[in-house]
């Protein structure tokens, strides 16, 4: 190479190449590191082990309807007439149903023995002498929910590795878990670099910005089940970004940072993550979201020292976004014991054209429209945050990919991608 000449341009690497070294380099948790906590404070967390059901689930034949429950056999034509043996509410234990008789039956009650269907009230009237008529001929097993019938003893009712939402909460207080086996939170530290950021509610002086990222990027680490220390905006120093880095490298597990991934003379991030650990700088083959650091900083003076894993973002605020949704996400995810960090693509139709081919995947901000399509916004820029707050998702575009309106596309929901 001639002396003074800048290096040679390293070939794009492929986004799932990358993620998948990302995956391999990066070991999920120990089990001895679990821990027991209530099921009431589980939201977001990750079960580290296989939850079973103790139970039947309902644990008895109940009723879906309030009404009575009978004998199909007692009720030869609509309009017969059955003395009411008994009342039974939910939570009552029901003693066995006489026979050619009825029993005044509420929602969520026993089904007592010998029943074999329930009408609901709509369908009977009261009769004198503590009666009831039956103004309809019952089917075998109306009306009644099964014992078992959601869940069986024994069966696994929420995986390892998934990620405990409010409706996942809910099923395993059905099975009467009190505490789940979770894995512990990720400790991330995160901080941004650049002489022209300043914070919200200060002065904005010519040539400077607002720190966007830093709102962003604590968010979505929050959002992931993790605990984020911010260490803030380090200045444009070596000697300064080294230090951060030790600081965050003590107490953390993943450092994430934002800006001075790139090789100018007031990117110092390479340099300092270089210094105090190892790193690795890719150019992937995605728009927005080209350069990508990722790499070791030691926890100790030592070279064989235990290591935080550290991960440098773009700086310009969608291409950092959408950086960490495809790649950050997946990591942290990964060390929590998800099984299945892929996010699904589902096909859409497009309802816009992208008739000139990127030699880069694109990542496109779009929304879904009342007809049932995807819309464009307008202005894909790498540093329009509004597209990201206007959309609800990315259509996952090809490398040389063109779109023309009617086309299927590959949708990734917002929804999914932040959860």
């Known amino acids: 190479m001639t002396p003074g000449a800048p290096p040679p341009r390293q070939p794009l690497l492929d986004l799932d190449e990358a993620l998948g ?13 679990n821990e027991t906590i209530s ?17 039947d689930v309902p644990p008895a034949d109940n009723t879906a309807m309030d009404g009575y429950a009978l004998r199909c056999a007692d009720v030869s034509a609509a309009g017969v007439s059955l003395p009411v043996s008994q009342r039974i509410a939910a939570g009552a234990v029901a003693q066995p149903l006489l026979p050619g008789t009825a029993v005044r039956i509420f929602t969520g009650a026993q089904v007592p023995a010998g029943a074999d269907a329930v009408v609901m009230q709509e369908q009977c009237a009261a009769v004198d002498g503590g009666a009831v008529r039956i103004d309809t001929m019952p089917q075998a097993g109306q009306w009644i929910r099964r014992r078992g019938e959601d869940v069986h003893a024994g069966a696994v009712v929420l995986p390892r590795g998934a990620r405990l939402t409010p409706q996942a909460l809910g099923l395993a207080a059905s099975v009467g878990a009190a505490n789940l086996t979770v894995t512990r939170r990720p400790r991330v530290a995160l901080f941004s670099t650049g002489d022209e950021l300043v ?15 830093r709102y962003t990027l604590r968010a979505l680490i929050e959002s992931l089940g993790c605990e984020c220390t911010d260490f803030g905006i380090v200045p444009d120093r070596l000697d300064a970004t080294r230090d951060v880095l030790r600081q965050a ?84 995810l990964h060390l929590q014991g998800v099984v299945d960090v892929t996010p699904r693509g589902l096909p859409m ?30 202005n894909q820029s790498s540093g329009v945050l509004t597209s990201a707050v206007w959309g609800d998702g990315l259509v996952d575009n090809p490398i040389g990919g063109t779109i023309r309106a009617g086309d299927t596309v590959r949708y990734l929901s917002f929804a999914e991608l932040l959860s």
């Open 349 to 378: 139709r497009a309802d816009f054209d992208v008739l000139r081919p990127d030699r880069r995947r694109e990542f496109l901000r779009v929304r879904l429209n009342a007809a049932g399509g995807l819309d464009l916004f307008a």
């Open 199 to 213: 914070m919200p509610g200060d002065p904005l002086p010519p040539g400077a910005i607002y720190n966007s990222n």
């Open 21 to 33: 070294r990302l995956l391999r380099a990066v070991v999920p948790f120990a089990a001895h590191t």
């Open 39 to 55: 099921t009431f404070d589980a939201r977001g967390r990750v079960l580290a082990a296989d939850l079973r059901s103790l139970i």
């Open 249 to 332: 490298a003590r107490e953390h597990d993943v450092i994430v940072t934002s800006g001075g991934v790139s090789v100018g003379e007031e990117d110092h991030v390479r340099p300092a993550v270089e210094a105090e650990g190892r790193i690795d700088l890719w150019q992937l083959a995605i728009k927005p979201g080209k350069p990508l650091a990722f790499g070791e900083v030691r926890r100790g003076a030592s070279v064989d020292a235990l290591a935080a894993y550290f991960i440098g973002l773009p700086g310009n605020p969608v291409s950092s976004y959408v950086t960490f949704l495809l790649v950050v996400r997946p990591v942290l």
